[in-house]
């Protein structure tokens, strides 16, 4: 789950700067790859820096470009990456501050940041839909969303989550009303200890933690509400950046394709490099990143519906992001609602796809 506040975000693009970017670290390649190279085209005459910024530690939203790095796709493709661990600041911020090229982020996320003026765009879909849901103990007596009426919600902090909330309550012939109470992280454990009725989990992590606790819940997908369907996570990259490395980031774009490409098609290889890149990040749990790389090639998360990776379309786009405008939340660089819609298109390009 995402850990950066969205009003403090638009706070760090409005002005254009953020605290200093965190030192740039590579992960070397694993002594041993499960993969053999994914390109076999010839090196270019160049080799290339790219700065990408995590938004949060090392998890299989990134898996792909660790897949990547680790068989030398990026190499072949003239690619350095630099991974820029996750040290508290937004990717947005670290963007719209040029002191990342390309950083990881989230449909909501992007929108709200581009509203507040930053230039940035999505150019790769890395979750095709939303995997995240409105979650309650199986145990309770909350067998629909009409239920969580005068329920309380635990929640992390972002505007937009209420609205979601009340939208699916309401949908399902619900007033929309429940109190709220702002967690963060710790939403999960208060649910689980019966301290709040409900909750949003991603259900290819905590939902996936959960299950191997033992901890048996029950789910009300967004979508099954009639709410709009969302890419999870993107990939997004910096305007300027772009407009002036064009080739290069074709090429990073390409290779980072590819990796994920293997991860829909082999999570159980793609969760072994991940592990191998990130030494020590998940010896809590060391079963976590296998099975939650299962479970996204499963639902198909990777994939559109021709099985393809990184697209995105207008439709998808400004149906999410069009539900933000509606509900008031997108605010310009003076932190004023926006009084006419973004232009839904600018927010992402497929100019970058191989």
């Not at 505007?159 to 999960?188: R, W």
């Not at 994939?303 to 990776?309: M, Q, T």
């Not at 605010?331 to 497929?350: E, I, R, W």
Request: hydrophobic fraction near 40%.
């Amino acid at each position: 789950m995402r850990s950066s506040v969205v009003l403090l975000l638009v706070a760090i693009v409005v002005v254009g700067c953020g605290p200093a970017a965190p030192t740039a670290t590579r992960t070397g390649p694993a002594p041993s790859s499960p993969y053999a190279a994914l390109s076999a085209s010839p090196s270019p005459s160049e080799t290339g820096t790219v700065r990408l910024a995590l938004d949060w530690t090392p998890n299989t939203n990134h898996t792909g470009f660790f897949v990547a790095q680790q068989d030398s796709s990026y190499a072949n493709a003239g690619v350095d990456l630099k991974v820029l661990p996750y040290s508290g600041t937004a990717p947005e911020a670290l963007l719209a501050a040029h002191q990342a090229d390309c950083g990881i982020s989230f449909q909501d996320s992007l929108t709200f940041a581009v509203a507040a003026g930053a230039r940035i765009t999505s150019v790769m879909a890395i979750l095709q839909h939303t995997a995240s849901e409105i979650a309650v103990l199986e145990s309770s007596p909350l067998d629909r969303p009409r239920d969580l009426d005068g329920r309380t919600y635990g929640g992390f902090g972002y505007p937009n989550e209420e609205p979601t909330v009340k939208y699916v309550i309401q949908h399902d012939g619900g007033k929309g009303s429940f109190k709220s109470v702002t967690l963060d992280n710790a939403a999960y454990e208060a649910l689980f200890a019966k301290r709040v009725d409900f909750t949003i989990t991603f259900r290819a992590w905590e939902g996936v933690e959960a299950a191997e606790r033992g901890i048996k819940l029950r789910y009300f997908a967004f979508t099954d509400y009639g709410f709009p369907d969302f890419y999870q996570v993107v990939l997004a990259c910096d305007r300027d950046w772009l407009d002036a490395h064009g080739d290069l980031a074709r090429r990073f774009v390409a290779a980072s394709v590819a990796g994920f490409e293997l991860a829909a098609r082999d999570p159980d290889g793609a969760a072994a490099a991940l592990v191998a890149a990130n030494r020590g990040a998940f010896d809590a749990n060391a079963n976590l990143p296998r099975d939650s790389a299962r479970y996204l090639a499963n639902q198909k998360l990777y994939v559109d519906a021709a099985g393809r990776v990184g697209t995105q379309t207008l439709d998808q786009w400004r149906g999410y992001s069009g539900f933000l405008y509606e509900q008031g939340l997108l605010v310009d660089a003076d932190g004023k609602p926006l009084t006419q819609p973004p232009d839904y298109a600018s927010l992402f390009t497929n100019d970058y796809l191989p």
